[in-house]
């Protein structure tokens, strides 16, 4: 009897204590990948960004570099994964979501609130009119003004 086997696309965002180094870095970044082919998931893309400051501290430190990597794998074993980056110490905080490989679509929402506008804020070319005022009537105005 075969097995049916059903992946699923997940997005592994986390970050990295600040404190490791370039080497450090690499090393932990390749345990997580080895993590995820060790339980039969295939690597499509991944991403390392330089060190960011945080919005707010994350286990005492308020710097960090933010890694994702974009995987398959079935979803009995995303437990199994996570349980291995809560007991990594070089990894300050992590998330794993659901996604789907097609192109994301706009919000309903979003789509509604563009559609409400008035055409003159769609276009680029919007330009607010002035009123002009003569300089004279202006002059005259400042005059009546302080003679009160």
Same mark, same amino acid.
């Given at each position: 009897?075969?097995?049916?086997?059903?992946?699923?696309?997940?997005?592994?965002?986390?970050?990295?204590?600040?404190?490791?180094?370039?080497?450090?870095?690499?090393?932990?970044? @390749?345990?997580?990948?080895?993590?995820?082919?060790?339980?039969?998931?295939?690597?499509?893309?991944?991403?390392?960004?330089?060190?960011?400051?945080?919005?707010?501290?994350?286990?005492?430190? /308020? !710097?960090?570099?933010?890694?994702?990597?974009?995987?398959?794998?079935?979803?009995?074993?995303?437990?199994?994964?996570?349980?291995?980056?809560?007991?990594?110490?070089?990894?300050?905080?992590?998330? /794993? /979501?659901?996604?789907?490989?097609?192109?994301?679509?706009?919000?309903?929402?979003? @789509?509604?609130?563009?559609?409400?506008?008035?055409?003159? !804020?769609?276009?680029?070319? !919007?330009?607010?009119?002035?009123?002009?005022?003569? /300089?004279?009537?202006?002059? @005259?105005?400042?005059?009546?003004?302080?003679?009160?």
């Amino acid at each position: 009897m075969q097995s049916f086997r059903c992946n699923q696309m997940y997005e592994l965002t986390f970050i990295l204590s600040p404190i490791l180094d370039e080497a450090g870095l690499t090393s932990a970044m @390749k345990e997580v990948k080895d993590k995820i082919v060790e339980l039969e998931g295939e690597i499509k893309k991944e991403k390392m960004s330089e060190k960011k400051k945080l919005a707010y501290p994350v286990k005492k430190q /308020i !710097f960090g570099f933010y890694s994702t990597i974009e995987f398959s794998a079935e979803p009995e074993k995303i437990g199994d994964l996570r349980n291995f980056i809560k007991g990594n110490p070089s990894i300050l905080r992590s998330i /794993i /979501i659901t996604f789907e490989e097609k192109k994301r679509e706009e919000a309903p929402r979003q @789509k509604k609130i563009k559609e409400e506008l008035p055409s003159a !804020f769609k276009s680029a070319e !919007f330009k607010p009119e002035k009123e002009k005022i003569k /300089i004279e009537e202006l002059n @005259k105005k400042l005059e009546e003004i302080l003679e009160e």
